[in-house]
């Protein structure tokens, strides 16, 4: 039995009867659930991690070789953005609540998970792409001063890049907060629930 089939069960369940679960299995099941969770998430800061570094590397790199300062801020923004990932796994890491031996401290150490996760993503704009937005914007108008007397051909060309730059910046958005809907809300609402109805029963969890 899955953590999803305890879940269906818990929730055609009459809530007027006592719940019938076998605490150990659905224990079992919330912490290898949780487990899959965090390693998903590991692999995605990591991920990050490792880009925002070589981004870094690139643009310091190409700052130096065009001789464009600006780049340098493009590199600072995804130096940023990437020790904040770092930053953040290691404080959750010392701020995790340890998984205990009962089935309610479990379920509270993946609800804290869900809740960070939940709040990270509402306020992304603030810790990811705000910190991007002055090296590029000041690359960009750099590139564009410097351009103004080749004709209106490189200024429309710096301007879609321009428009390409907060396409991109919105999909991110929109993609995460997409995610917090279809995926976290639900995931900490069904845990919150089956807290709530574990604490109400009459059993010794």
């Known amino acids: 039995m899955t953590f ?11 809530h007027d009867m006592p719940l019938n679960v076998d605490t150990n ?9 949780h487990r899959v969770f965090e390693t998903q998430l590991l692999r995605r800061d990591l991920s990050e991690i490792i880009t925002a570094l070589l981004i ?3 643009f310091a790199s190409l700052a130096v070789l065009l001789g464009q300062w600006t780049l340098f801020l493009c590199a600072a923004g995804s130096l940023i953005v ?12 010392q701020r995790r609540s ?16 869900v809740k960070h996760q939940i709040r990270l993503l509402r306020n992304i704009v603030w810790w990811y792409l705000l910190p991007l ?12 001063w410097q351009s ?18 907060v396409i991109a910046f919105w999909l991110v958005y929109w993609i995460n907060q997409r995610e917090i809907k279809k995926t976290l809300e639900p995931r900490r609402q069904e ?15």
């Open 56 to 58: 870094t590397v690139v």
């Open 25 to 33: 299995v659905l224990m079992n099941e919330v912490r290898q659930n």
């Open 4 to 14: 999803d089939d305890l879940q269906s069960k818990w929730q055609s369940h009459n």
């Open 133 to 144: 937005v002055p090296g590029i914007g000041l690359f960009l108008a750099h590139v564009s």
């Open 191 to 205: 845990l919150e629930e089956l807290r709530s109805r574990l604490t109400s029963s009459n059993s010794d969890f």
């Open 98 to 113: 340890t998984i205990g031996n009962t089935l309610l401290l479990t379920i509270d150490a993946a609800i804290e998970e």
């Open 82 to 93: 990437g020790s904040f990932f770092l930053v953040d796994r290691l404080k959750q890491r």
């Open 148 to 165: 103004r007397a080749n004709g209106s051909a490189e200024q429309i060309v710096i301007a879609g890049v321009a428009a390409i730059c």
